[in-house]
């Protein structure tokens, strides 16, 4: 593969990508923070994580905190690998231009 068939479709959509980066950065993330910092509805945001665990890049925990249900969301080594593969991708994809303010 090369060029733009090495973008991991997966990964390229904003919401997964949104996600997917976030998550990059922290430990975990509950669905609410998650629902929050990349501003989408719970129904939207249930059916791109489902994309997400089914691909093997997140890891979804259900449990409950002072008797509320609780979903928590982590990164996956495979989720960690793929990010930084998408992201090799897109600046091969790009050939180390720098876009222009």
Not at 6 to 33: M, Q
Request: glycine share 8%.
């Amino acid at each position: 593969m090369s060029g733009i068939s090495k973008i991991d479709d997966v990964i390229h959509g904003r919401i997964w990508l949104g996600v997917v980066t976030y998550l990059a950065n922290v430990e975990a993330a509950d669905f609410t923070e998650l629902k929050t910092v990349l501003e989408t509805t719970q129904g939207n945001l249930s059916v791109h994580l489902r994309k997400l665990e089914d691909a093997g890049y997140i890891a979804i925990e259900k449990q409950f905190k002072a008797r509320k249900p609780l979903t928590l969301v982590r990164l996956t080594q495979t989720g960690r690998a793929a990010l930084a593969e998408y992201i090799t991708a897109l600046d091969a994809l790009l050939g180390g231009v720098k876009p222009q303010p």
